[in-house]
């Protein structure tokens, strides 16, 4: 008798699991630069520091419209960029990409930025996500784009084949509750 309930237990958690899993897809955002840059993204995740090397990971919930992820280079925040508050009120700034001196941004950058541009749709097995690399507010670094089930895009100059240059270029189609990754400097 102490079994069903145990099974239903498990039952419970494992769609628990796989709901929760189908809500949100994962952004792994990587720096492959030879220099210390600090990615920014919006509406999710708001920006942070990253030495050469190393990873940050985004979890995205579905029916997320507009997100924009992008470097900023040369930045300044409380003297070394990994102790600001995120508030804009320390003087922070960037040469590329700054968004108001704020570490973690809540708007857009000031170009020139390179950006990965990306609609989550809503959860449900027809679910279809559009991502692009974008380069109509400039470039600053080289960037590869890939969704798990989608086309790899890469942009390493200005002017690359696969980014958008005008706000009428095609974007590319992906099969919802797929991963992306983000490379700056592959």
Not at 126 to 131: E, K, N, P, T, V
Request: proline share 6%; with cysteine; net charge negative.
């Amino acid at each position: 008798m102490a079994s069903p309930p145990a099974a239903s237990a498990v039952f419970l958690l494992i769609l628990g699991f796989t709901a929760s899993s189908a809500s949100a897809v994962t952004f792994t955002i990587t720096n492959n630069c030879s220099f210390t840059m600090w990615p920014a993204a919006v509406p999710v995740g708001g920006g942070m520091q990253l030495n050469p090397g190393q990873t940050w990971t985004l979890d995205v919930p579905a029916g997320t419209n507009g997100g924009r992820i992008w470097g900023r280079t040369g930045c300044s925040f409380n003297g070394n960029g990994s102790n600001f508050n995120g508030n804009g009120s320390s003087g922070g700034n960037c040469d590329t990409g700054d968004c108001a001196g704020e570490l973690s941004c809540r708007g857009p950058g000031n170009p020139p930025t390179t950006e990965a541009e990306y609609t989550i749709g809503s959860s449900g097995a027809a679910q279809q996500d559009f991502y692009d690399i974008s380069i109509i507010d400039g470039y600053n670094l080289g960037m590869d784009f890939s969704c798990s089930t989608g086309k790899a895009l890469k942009c390493r100059e200005q002017g690359c084949a696969d980014a958008v240059l005008f706000p009428d270029d095609p974007i590319h189609a992906c099969r919802g509750n797929s991963n992306y990754q983000v490379t700056f400097c592959p």
